[in-house]
């Protein structure tokens, strides 16, 4: 059996629909070593994906076959078997639905903490501690085990850390000399049904925009969806915006939607209730758009527009457009 370097903190890498890693997969990575050395681990990637993760700054990369929509059990099976290989000082997976869902089952399995969703990682005497923004983004909470490895999930786009690409990575093989164990036959997939979209993943997307109850209709919130392309970027949502029927659920953003901590966080005719607060507080830079000079958005915008967002927005547009 292989020896594993010192301090080795496991990361779990997402997979995508393809076989690739991740857009978390820097993140991640970047945070482990921070806190010690990553030991990656891909269940069901393509060969390139583990080469993206060893450019991503792991210097051991475990790979074990399977599925690339593999169900969470399998996943959970080949995480139980690297992590008493490995005896890592903490496990980290994107705070993704899989990576939450393999955290979870995984925790409970191998008797560990789980501490979830944090934006940040360091290392005292004590140990590992997970740092989270709670209440909005008002208070920054840490959180350790005292007890076994924390297993923990990563807010994707939280960390800006970075590791250096790694020259001469160890690939290892699980399937060499262990398989992974097949899917317990109680659960199986009847149809995955992907949303054919260009637009990146809200989850993980370096640029967002976000439409409100500004917006007015559906048919004029497809202003939000113009400025996002022509930015390259997601589109995110009020629960205003959603509960009137301008866009689904799953673009929500705030504390009952998705978290998102974007390079860049444009929102729209959205006022800033803190319950929206709670999920786009951290994004690196928060530019907003609103005709309300007092709208709370802007106390925690970096850049503001107090304006027509009907006005303003065709702009933008037109500026990027022209670039
Ligand atoms: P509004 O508050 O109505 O604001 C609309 C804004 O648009 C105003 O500031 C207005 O000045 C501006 N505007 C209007 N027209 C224009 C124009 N032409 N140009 C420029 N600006 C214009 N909310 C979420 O977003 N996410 C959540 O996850 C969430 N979870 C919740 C959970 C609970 C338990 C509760 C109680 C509430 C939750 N909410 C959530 C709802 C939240 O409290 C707010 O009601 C909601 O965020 C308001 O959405 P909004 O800003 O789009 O609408």
């Not at 390139?48 to 792991?58: F, L, S, T």
């Not at 005497?125 to 208070?139: L, M, P, Q």
């Not at 994707?156 to 850390?161: C, I």
């Amino acid at each position: 059996m292989m020896s594993y370097p010192e301090n080795p903190i496991l990361v779990v890498v997402d997979v995508t629909p393809s076989g690739e890693a991740a857009s978390s997969t820097a993140g991640l990575i970047g945070a482990a070593s921070t806190i010690g050395t990553p030991v990656a681990l891909i269940v069901g990637g393509t060969p390139e994906a583990a080469g993206q993760a060893a450019a991503a700054g792991a210097p051991v990369v475990i790979t074990a076959e399977g599925d690339a929509r593999s169900l969470t059990v399998p996943i959970v099976d080949a995480l139980h078997l690297v992590y008493e290989r490995v005896q890592p000082d903490a496990v980290l997976l994107s705070n993704s639905i899989a990576g939450r869902d393999v955290a979870g089952r995984f925790a409970v399995r191998a008797k560990l903490a789980l501490l979830v969703d944090a934006v940040g990682v360091s290392r005292d005497d004590e140990g590992i501690i997970a740092h989270h923004s709670v209440y909005g983004g008002a208070y920054l909470t840490d959180s350790a085990s005292t007890f076994g490895a924390p297993v923990i999930t990563v807010r994707q786009g939280a960390v800006d850390a970075r590791a250096a690409a790694v020259e001469a990575p160890v690939f290892e093989g699980l399937t060499s000399d262990i398989p992974v164990p097949t899917a317990a036959a109680t659960a199986g997939a009847i149809e995955a049904v992907e949303q054919a979209s260009s637009r990146p993943d809200l989850r993980g997307a370096t640029t967002v925009v976000s439409g409100g109850r500004g917006l007015a209709s559906k048919e004029k919130f497809v202003l939000v969806e113009e400025l996002a392309d022509a930015l390259g970027a997601a589109v995110g949502a009020s629960r205003a915006a959603v509960d009137a029927g301008y866009i689904p659920q799953s673009h929500q953003v705030g504390q009952t939607g998705v978290s998102v901590s974007p390079q860049l966080y444009v929102a729209l005719g959205i006022s800033g209730a803190i319950q929206h607060r709670a999920g786009m507080q951290t994004s690196k830079t928060i530019v907003a758009i609103n005709k309300d000079a007092d709208a709370p958005i802007f106390d925690v915008a970096d850049f503001g527009i107090v304006g027509d967002l009907f006005t303003v927005v065709p702009q933008i547009i037109a500026a990027l457009e022209a670039r």
